[in-house]
């Protein structure tokens, strides 16, 4: 029968990206030292024109700079960079209770995870702090990752996670800013990696810090992100729908030149005809793409699964 990981034995790396966030990253750390006290703290300054790196650095975390602006090129940097047994993910805006983080690692060390995931829960003296338009299309946008590439996620785009080694360095990071979670959600999908969900506390920020989020804008960036990945994982389903919307439209254009040749023997509209005829010829192509991009994802596929086998887990269960 397995044992329980000693979580003592195993290197924990925090991962903070942060920008302008001097007003709340020192609770963030002084929360994690009480509830963490193994952990390294890297705190990655985003270009932040405030005192975010002097007040981390205060309050002992290793501060790494990074220039090159947006949450996603902030991941790829300390997921490159750190080498630990485990890795938390959190945002610094301490709007994430980080009271059951040592519960969340153990689960993932006692189940063999790679990924543990929060879902937001706000503070009931403060249902404002989820507002109701992030809440939406938060619903919106996992409810379509679902569709897409299956999994049961309840809160795709929450800053809390809990990864393994071998997830941390199999992960791209294509992803430049905060549409970086929904490719965490799908890479992990995609591979098929074992993951749970945990219920996490969401808070209100400090006073005097200001969110760097915008519903629209971020969430333009988060839809347009699903579908590149839906073309680029998913090319025959994503060119087989387009070539079936172009065959219906090139038969909308035939269909009327076809019954009035069948009744006069005359082609009235030829160049609606060519027009007809050439959409016909775009579906086929579209068809032929889906099939050779298909093959391309599956071979690609197989070569992220043998990276993600090769690497295997840091930790090791006592028997």
Excluded at 55 to 65: C, D, K, L, P, Y
Excluded at 129 to 143: A, C, D, I, S, W
Excluded at 261 to 287: E, H, N, Q
Excluded at 291 to 310: C, D
């Amino acid at each position: 029968m397995s044992k329980s990981v000693n979580l003592a034995e195993q290197s924990i790396a925090v991962i903070i990206p942060c920008y302008n966030e001097a007003r709340a990253i020192a609770q963030v750390l002084e929360e994690f030292k009480l509830a963490l006290p193994t952990a390294r703290l890297y705190v990655f300054d985003n270009a932040s024109t405030d005192d975010t790196s002097h007040v981390a650095r205060q309050h002992g975390a290793t501060v790494i700079a990074v220039e090159l602006r947006g949450k996603g090129n902030v991941i790829r940097r300390g997921f490159a960079d750190i080498q630990a047994d485990i890795y938390v993910m959190i945002d610094g805006d301490a709007t994430y209770d980080v009271s059951n983080i040592e519960k969340h690692i153990q689960l993932l060390l006692d189940k063999r995870l790679d990924m543990v995931a929060g879902y937001r829960q706000d503070n009931a003296q403060a249902r404002e702090t989820y507002r109701p338009g992030h809440r939406l299309g938060n619903r919106l946008l996992t409810g379509a990752v679902r569709q897409v590439f299956g999994g049961q996620f309840i809160d795709m785009l929450s800053g809390y996670r809990v990864f393994s080694h071998r997830y941390v360095k199999t992960f791209p990071a294509m992803a430049a800013g905060f549409e970086l979670e929904t490719e965490l959600t799908i890479h992990a999908l995609e591979l098929r990696m074992p993951y749970a969900q945990v219920p996490v506390g969401y808070r209100s920020r400090p006073e005097g810090s200001a969110s760097k989020l915008s519903t629209f804008a971020d969430g333009w960036r988060i839809l347009k992100t699903i579908v590149q990945l839906y073309a680029s994982e998913r090319p025959l389903a994503f060119f087989g729908l387009l070539a079936a919307l172009l065959v219906v439209l090139s038969l909308a254009l035939f269909v009327p030149l076809a019954w009035t040749y069948l009744d006069t023997g005359l082609v009235p509209r030829l160049p609606t005809a060519v027009l007809a005829a050439s959409i016909m010829l775009c579906a086929l192509l579209c068809m032929v793409c889906g099939v050779i991009l298909h093959a391309v994802t599956q071979g690609r596929r197989e070569v992220k699964h043998l990276a993600y086998l090769a690497i295997g887990q840091r930790h090791t269960h006592r028997d």
